[in-house]
């Protein structure tokens, strides 16, 4: 769903953001062609503030952990052991996972948002005037998160269950961010003891894979790009399906977010119309996300709407009626 660069961005990019003592984290960036539609623009743009809440979850664990790695990776050096096992960071980890399951748990409440709004409904305790989550790019992620909680519609209980069932998936996401770093520092011992560096030079080799990891997620943006994306959708098929939003936004429209970096496959549906119960039933396994860095979306239509495009013909066409096109397989890549 996110790419590394931006064809077009409004509004603009806040500064790089300064959270406590952490150094100063790079804020992802997007792709969104130029000639996108608003609402799929939209939809990016907060899961851009959502990446970068994600970039500072990765710092301050990182931050938690750096001094116990360092020194793991500087006993090895010098014994000349090129395994590194892994320190005992449970109690960072467990923190660490908690506060993903919680941002996972704000990806999806964002989802069902980003619904709401396009059907003009009413987002909970908040107004429509109320501050807007893409505000909150320079905001700590705990209050971004909190805001999200109070703006959804979701209530406290629906809140708690969706962080229980965000919680594998973090305690998941976490693991991997422990094994990649470990393993980056486990080529360095193994790199440096070849090329005879001496441990003043091995030690500031370590202290710079951690700190590129505490000021971005740019080697981890894959899992983190994927599993926002993932929550973010889940929350948005999860009101699209809501009685109350199903009896206005009746069809859905695939948007595949054209450019030169979209998959053939995932092109081959863009401009695709049809009912929302055709996407529940006979093209559920289109639904995005399709694969890894998937940016495409199903956006909900007006039944006047969806008739309005279709009569318009060009690019949409009614895929209930005609069927999914040859080239839109494989339907994932997961």
């Given at each position: 769903?996110?790419?590394?660069?931006?064809?077009?961005?409004?509004?603009?990019?806040?500064?790089?953001?300064?959270?406590?003592?952490?150094?100063?984290?790079?804020?992802?960036?997007?792709?969104?062609?130029?000639?996108?539609?608003?609402?799929?623009?939209?939809?990016?743009?907060?899961?851009?503030?959502?990446?970068?809440?994600?970039?500072?979850?990765?710092?301050?664990?990182?931050?938690?952990?750096?001094?116990?790695?360092?020194?793991?990776?500087?006993?090895?050096?010098?014994?000349?052991?090129?395994?590194?096992?892994?320190?005992?960071?449970?109690?960072?980890?467990?923190?660490?996972?908690?506060?993903?399951?919680?941002?996972?748990?704000?990806?999806?409440?964002?989802?069902?948002?980003?619904?709401?709004?396009?059907?003009?409904?009413?987002?909970?305790?908040?107004?429509?005037?109320?501050?807007?989550?893409?505000?909150?790019?320079?905001?700590?992620?705990?209050?971004?998160?909190?805001?999200?909680?109070?703006?959804?519609?979701?209530?406290?209980?629906?809140?708690?269950?969706?962080?229980?069932?965000?919680?594998?998936?973090?305690?998941?996401?976490?693991?991997?961010?422990?094994?990649?770093?470990?393993?980056?520092?486990?080529?360095?011992?193994?790199?440096?003891?070849?090329?005879?560096?001496?441990?003043?030079?091995?030690?500031?080799?370590?202290?710079?894979?951690?700190?590129?990891?505490?000021?971005?997620?740019h080697r981890l943006r894959t899992i983190w790009n994927t599993n926002i994306g993932n929550a973010l959708a889940r929350g948005r098929e999860e009101e699209?399906?809501?009685?109350?939003?199903?009896?206005?936004?009746?069809?859905?429209?695939?948007?595949?977010?054209?450019?030169?970096?979209?998959?053939?496959?995932?092109?081959?549906?863009?401009?695709?119309?049809?009912?929302?119960?055709?996407?529940?039933?006979?093209?559920?396994?289109?639904?995005?996300?399709?694969?890894?860095?998937?940016?495409?979306?199903?956006?909900?239509?007006?039944?006047?709407?969806?008739?309005?495009?279709?009569?318009?013909?060009?690019?949409?066409?009614?895929?209930?009626?005609?069927?999914?096109?040859?080239?839109?397989?494989?339907?994932?890549?997961?």
């Amino acid at each position: 769903m996110i790419g590394v660069t931006t064809a077009t961005r409004t509004p603009a990019v806040p500064a790089p953001v300064c959270f406590g003592a952490l150094p100063r984290v790079e804020p992802p960036e997007i792709r969104i062609p130029s000639r996108e539609r608003r609402e799929a623009r939209d939809i990016q743009l907060d899961i851009e503030k959502l990446l970068a809440a994600a970039v500072i979850e990765q710092a301050l664990f990182f931050r938690a952990v750096r001094e116990e790695l360092l020194s793991f990776a500087a006993e090895a050096f010098r014994r000349g052991q090129r395994d590194l096992p892994a320190p005992h960071q449970e109690a960072a980890l467990r923190a660490h996972a908690e506060r993903i399951a919680r941002l996972f748990a704000a990806a999806r409440a964002l989802g069902a948002v980003q619904v709401r709004r396009a059907a003009d409904l009413p987002l909970g305790r908040q107004s429509h005037a109320s501050m807007q989550f893409a505000e909150l790019g320079a905001v700590a992620p705990g209050r971004a998160v909190e805001y999200l909680r109070r703006l959804s519609p979701m209530t406290r209980a629906q809140w708690e269950a969706a962080i229980e069932s965000a919680r594998q998936r973090a305690f998941t996401v976490a693991g991997v961010e422990q094994q990649t770093v470990l393993r980056e520092l486990r080529d360095l011992v193994a790199r440096s003891l070849e090329e005879g560096l001496t441990p003043a030079q091995f030690d500031r080799a370590a202290g710079e894979v951690l700190r590129n990891y505490q000021v971005s997620a740019h080697r981890l943006r894959t899992i983190w790009n994927t599993n926002i994306g993932n929550a973010l959708a889940r929350g948005r098929e999860e009101e699209l399906r809501s009685p109350e939003v199903a009896a206005v936004l009746t069809h859905r429209l695939y948007d595949a977010m054209l450019d030169q970096f979209t998959r053939p496959n995932h092109a081959a549906l863009e401009g695709a119309i049809a009912t929302s119960a055709w996407w529940d039933s006979a093209g559920s396994e289109f639904k995005p996300l399709r694969g890894y860095n998937c940016r495409c979306a199903l956006l909900g239509l007006t039944r006047a709407r969806a008739q309005r495009l279709l009569e318009a013909g060009g690019k949409y066409f009614d895929i209930g009626a005609q069927g999914v096109p040859d080239d839109a397989f494989p339907a994932r890549e997961f």
